[in-house]
């Protein structure tokens, strides 16, 4: 008796964190599947009906949502592959013992953490402006014209790519960083005596210890984003036209800019479908979790 007495209130102490959970975690996830099936707008905001799978179809055939999802890969896989290429040579480079100026380095390396990404995000806006602009000054000194970054498309990806770069590199060279500083000294050590090359000690021993460090960083950077949302909202609003639009900002537009608040439940809905999806696939080939059990 006193045992099941000691359980009951152990489940007790929990509640609160329960309760807490399911109203801001939960419930919030249950109401946008629900209103998914909805039509849940701004004309029919206090009765709507259940509309069953009309939605998706509607959704799913359109060509708008071919362009976004495109639109969301490209996003993910440009961005993903220079900051986790730029991230790993810089960790590479500050990681040698004897770099002079390695704490300085390691400092500045901070620096885009030291502002908010909103404001960083603002000041890049400014950058990019291809009338007053400091990058199309730079550029206007080899002679290059003003390119206008906003409304031409691949300048439009550049410029994305490049800011979130800026962004997000001081994160991958610290976790990559910290990866290397783990790994022994004395395994080097063995086999510059052996003669071996410092490029045959980097794919020999680096990149095999790395590789799991590599898969989790990347699989990491990809969910992360694949939702990104600050940037492209910020610089382009998923301009010119729907261009560079993305999942999660075309849904955050079909709300609180269109009121198709069923829609918005949608995309939301299939977003958070398509990263599950390929974030276990990530994960089982990539032997992550093995890793970890």
Partial sequence: MASVKTTF????????????????YLYPIVYTIYISFTNFNLYHFFEYQWVGLSNYITILTSKTFAQVLLNTAIWTVGSLIPMMAVGFLLALILNQKDLRGRGVFLTLLLVPWAFPAFISLIVWQGMWNWKYGIVNKILSLFGVSPIDWFNIVPMAWVMLILTNLWLSFPYYTSVFLSALQSIPEELYSVAEIDGASRLARFRYITLPLMKRTIAFVGIGGFTFTWNNFYPIYILTAGGPGNATNILVVYAYQAAFWNSLYNYAAVYSVIDAAILIVMAVIMLKFSGVLETIT
Wanted: hydrophobic content about 75%.
């Fill in 9 to 24: 209130f152990n489940y007790l102490y929990i509640l609160p964190v329960v309760v807490i959970v399911i109203f801001l």
